[in-house]
């Protein structure tokens, strides 16, 4: 006899006990950059060098990805929150990237004053349940010394603002 599955809400809680750090996945679509907030992000293989996005089934920023074949990894630095809930929000592109310091670097968004930014030529599309899991090839990676923006408990978190 199989357990029933657990509750989504319930498996929401669990996980919100987990700190995780913040990126905005970037990709160029027909009509100039998407870009969404995402925690499901991590490095998958140093040799050779990989990395993997668990993105949204219906995001526009999949959709990007999939017809430009690249996507970016910026993963936000501490003071950048209102950056994760623009990039998070559903408001058209257009107004996501209003007043946003970004250049086209590698064929792919780079949002400036990021912890790291890290280009990718999509390798591999994934079934992943409501989202798919999107890998790629690492083209180029970047990173300044500055402290992580997180998320932790539904709210987003700066490690030097709560010491």
Not at 132 to 144: F, H, K, P, S
Request: glycine share 10%; with cysteine.
């Amino acid at each position: 006899m199989s357990k029933p599955s657990p509750d989504p809400e319930a498996l929401r809680g669990a996980l919100a006990a987990y700190p995780t750090g913040v990126t905005v996945v970037t990709a160029m679509g027909s009509a100039g950059p998407s870009g969404l907030t995402a925690n499901a992000v991590t490095s998958l293989s140093l040799d050779p060098p990989l990395m993997l996005a668990c993105l949204d089934r219906g995001s526009r920023t999949l959709a990007s990805v999939r017809s430009s074949g690249r996507f970016a990894v910026n993963g936000l630095a501490a003071g950048l929150s209102e950056l994760a809930t623009r990039f998070g929000s559903k408001d058209p592109e257009p107004e996501q990237w209003r007043g946003v310091e970004w250049t086209e670097h590698q064929g792919v968004p780079r949002i400036e004053g990021c912890l790291f930014w890290i280009a990718c030529e999509l390798r591999d599309l994934i079934d992943g349940g409501d989202h798919l899991i999107v890998t790629g090839n690492v083209l180029e990676a970047e990173a300044i010394n500055a402290h992580p923006l997180l998320f932790h408990r539904g709210a987003y978190r700066d490690l030097l603002a709560e010491s």
